[in-house]
């Protein structure tokens, strides 16, 4: 939702470059700036939305006993304004929701608003059958699913290996070899990248593949850099590695 906004990309770009450190350091220093911009800067939608409304319905009354040109030039402004913080919105359901099948754009801000809602209660686990007795008192479930998970991952027999019978292993071509081992070009980055969903679910970090498209003519550098030294050194910084694990019973 921030993308819309005409102060947000120099925001980004004045915080990356003046941040010292590798991509993970620069995130999280976009993290923060972004944090105190929608809290100074961006403001809440619902209540832009309000302002905005009374504001139109003012000009309206005004329009209504005076025609004035000034007026007039002023609630057309009015309703630009208000057009945004509607497009607003419904970016902001329309992420929250994750249905892709409905078109952005369209003014679908009720349909996403409803599917964030449906989405949030099937995430929701209100009841568990343990031992065949219904069960729904809160700190049960949580003891419950937690002995549950604590024993599938719980190291089991291990195989050996040397015991594996290996008739025939497949051997790759010298060519093949080369391309396997080379190091990715900055274009074969970039189209790995851009091939992504742009919304799709963001990690820990927050950040979808939306930001790194509309910023690649900032980020791009840093990214390119941390996936080549990935390439050479054969690790990722772990903060990268990191994800959400939802376990489902």
Sequence with gaps: VWLSHPDYEPLVHTTWCHAHGDVVTKL????????????????????????LEARIKGVHIQLDSCQSSDLVNFEKFLQQEYNKVLAQEEMMWYQKSREKWVKYGNKNTRFFHVQSIIRSRRNMVVGLNIDGVWCTDEDVLKNSALSYFKSIFQQGDSINPS????????????????CLSSLPSMDEVKSALFSMDSYK??????????????????V?????QLISTAFISGTIAPKLAETLIVPIP
């Design 163 to 178: 015991s594996l019978q290996f008739d025939y292993f497949p051997q790759i071509t010298t060519d093949l070899f080369n």
């Design 201 to 218: 679910a963001p990690g820990p970090d927050g950040f979808q593949p939306i930001f790194f498209k509309t910023f690649w003519h900032i």
């Design 28 to 51: 999280c220093a976009i993290q923060d700036t972004s944090i105190r911009f929608n809290k100074e800067v961006f403001g809440n939608i619902y209540k832009n939305k309000r302002l």
């Design 220 to 224: 791009a550098p840093d990214v390119f």
